[in-house]
């Protein structure tokens, strides 16, 4: 078997990148457009950047801006029916993840005879019925390269991934100005996802050398970068270096995959609603150390790759100073790691357990196989 990658057609990157929205309009011969953003964004002032420029063609569209954070496969559905009695020639997402993710999923979804819920059970039926244009306003999620779209399933206390080529944008635009004022919170989880990517993507069972050549050009840019981004938040160079980083670990999620780290996250937002780049956060340098044996090799082929000055060092201390950099830039950051301050408690443990090891699409990717014991350890090392 040979390997593949699936990239978005046409990628826009650098500061004022977004006056290209009018050339794709053009290029589409788009008269209507269906806009997915939220309140925090239009609050920002960010949707009056996109607007101010598709204002001058007077393209004609409708903004949908009450999707919830982390939304429930039910609240994505009932932004995507907002959009049904609007004929559309183009899908627009302006946000972070969740945005992008229901722009993407309503591209496969408007007109479509199958629901969210379909595609749940059998995610192959996704067939794009309108394209996109990802425009991201954190530097993390990747949303804006993948085929994946996630949604919380409230019945099941969890997360789960819809994943189809299908829903691969067509346009991106990597605006480093759509994140100029992001909070440093944001910019910390975010970023720390993003690192999250190409540290489990090239460490992933599935990892190719065309996913390998994203998560470690991704890995140099989050590696470099993440402290100064969020430390000075007026650095535009390291906040574009994010941005970029981000998309290419996004990239590298389509040719490879997450492994533990994602896996073992999805509980923790799914029945207490962490953010996603936080719950990743809290268990990223865990569920690394407790996979080391089985990828460390691997762990320093990426320190060599990312940091060149280590090269002296043995296998073993390459893969701990990997392991190192990531716990030091989860506490640089100041993203919270006590599960108690989010109502887990150790009590909650056999449902962790039991809910992480479903997650299967994720942790067949893992270099080392996790029992039921191992998940267990896991989440104990995080529940204090």
Same mark, same amino acid.
């Given at each position: 078997?040979?390997?593949?990658?699936?990239?978005?057609?046409?990628?826009y990157g650098g500061e004022g990148c977004i006056e290209n929205i009018n050339n794709i309009?053009?290029?589409?011969?788009?008269?209507?457009?269906?806009?997915?953003?939220?309140?925090?964004?239009?609050?920002?002032?960010?949707?009056?950047?996109?607007?101010?420029?598709?204002?001058?063609?007077?393209?004609e569209y409708k903004v949908i801006d009450d999707l919830t954070a982390e939304p429930a496969?039910?609240?994505?559905?009932?932004?995507?029916?907002?959009?049904?009695?609007?004929?559309?020639?183009?899908?627009?997402?302006i946000g972070g993840g969740s945005v992008m993710d229901a722009a993407k999923l309503c591209?496969?979804?408007?007109?479509?005879?199958?629901?969210?819920?379909?595609?749940?059970?059998?995610?192959?039926?996704?067939?794009?019925?309108?394209?996109?244009?990802?425009?991201?306003?954190?530097?993390?999620?990747?949303?804006?390269?993948?085929?994946?779209?996630?949604?919380?399933?409230?019945?099941?206390?969890?997360?789960?991934?819809?994943?189809?080529?299908?829903?691969?944008?067509?346009?991106?635009?990597?605006?480093?100005?759509?994140?100029?004022?992001?909070?440093?919170?944001?910019?910390?989880?975010?970023?720390?996802?993003?690192?999250?990517?190409?540290?489990?993507?090239?460490?992933?069972?599935?990892?190719?050398?065309?996913?390998?050549?994203?998560?470690?050009?991704?890995? #140099?840019?989050?590696?470099?970068?993440?402290?100064?981004?969020?430390?000075?938040?007026?650095?535009?160079?390291?906040?574009?270096?994010?941005?970029?980083?981000?998309?290419?670990?996004?990239?590298?999620?389509?040719?490879?995959?997450?492994?533990?780290?994602?896996?073992?996250?999805?509980?923790?937002?799914?029945?207490?609603?962490?953010?996603?780049?936080?719950?990743?956060?809290?268990?990223?340098?865990?569920?690394?150390?407790?996979?080391?044996?089985?990828?460390?090799? #691997?762990?320093?082929?990426?320190?060599?790759?990312?940091?060149?000055?280590?090269?002296?060092?043995?296998?073993?201390?390459?893969?701990?100073?990997?392991?190192?950099?990531?716990?030091?830039?989860?506490?640089?950051?100041?993203?919270?790691?006590?599960?108690?301050?989010?109502?887990?408690?150790?009590?909650?443990?056999?449902?962790?357990?039991?809910?992480?090891?479903?997650?299967?699409?994720?942790?067949?990717?893992?270099?080392?196989?996790?029992?039921?014991?191992?998940? #267990?350890?896991?989440?104990? #090392?995080?529940?204090?």
């Amino acid at each position: 078997m040979g390997y593949q990658i699936k990239i978005p057609a046409c990628i826009y990157g650098g500061e004022g990148c977004i006056e290209n929205i009018n050339n794709i309009i053009e290029k589409e011969n788009a008269k209507k457009l269906i806009v997915y953003t939220d309140k925090g964004i239009r609050k920002a002032g960010l949707l009056d950047i996109f607007t101010r420029v598709v204002d001058e063609i007077e393209a004609e569209y409708k903004v949908i801006d009450d999707l919830t954070a982390e939304p429930a496969y039910q609240d994505a559905e009932r932004v995507i029916r907002e959009a049904e009695d609007y004929s559309a020639d183009l899908i627009i997402g302006i946000g972070g993840g969740s945005v992008m993710d229901a722009a993407k999923l309503c591209s496969v979804l408007k007109g479509a005879d199958y629901t969210i819920r379909d595609l749940l059970k059998d995610p192959t039926r996704a067939r794009k019925q309108v394209k996109t244009v990802m425009i991201p306003t954190t530097c993390g999620t990747g949303s804006e390269a993948t085929c994946n779209a996630i949604v919380a399933i409230p019945e099941e206390e969890s997360k789960q991934g819809i994943v189809n080529d299908s829903m691969i944008p067509d346009y991106v635009i990597l605006d480093s100005q759509m994140i100029r004022k992001l909070p440093k919170s944001i910019v910390a989880a975010t970023g720390v996802d993003a690192l999250a990517h190409v540290v489990e993507c090239y460490t992933s069972k599935k990892a190719t050398p065309f996913s390998d050549t994203y998560a470690a050009a991704g890995a #140099r840019l989050i590696f470099h970068n993440i402290r100064e981004a969020y430390s000075n938040p007026d650095n535009m160079e390291a906040k574009n270096s994010m941005l970029l980083g981000a998309f290419y670990g996004g990239v590298a999620i389509t040719g490879s995959g997450t492994t533990a780290v994602h896996a073992l996250s999805y509980p923790l937002g799914g029945k207490y609603h962490i953010a996603h780049g936080v719950s990743n956060a809290i268990l990223f340098a865990h569920v690394m150390e407790y996979n080391k044996e089985a990828c460390k090799d #691997r762990l320093a082929q990426l320190c060599d790759a990312v940091f060149p000055e280590q090269n002296s060092k043995n296998v073993d201390e390459k893969a701990d100073y990997i392991i190192g950099q990531i716990a030091d830039i989860v506490k640089v950051t100041d993203i919270p790691t006590d599960l108690n301050q989010f109502g887990v408690k150790m009590e909650d443990l056999d449902f962790l357990v039991d809910a992480g090891s479903k997650q299967t699409r994720l942790l067949v990717n893992n270099m080392r196989e996790l029992s039921l014991e191992d998940i #267990r350890t896991i989440y104990k #090392r995080v529940l204090k």
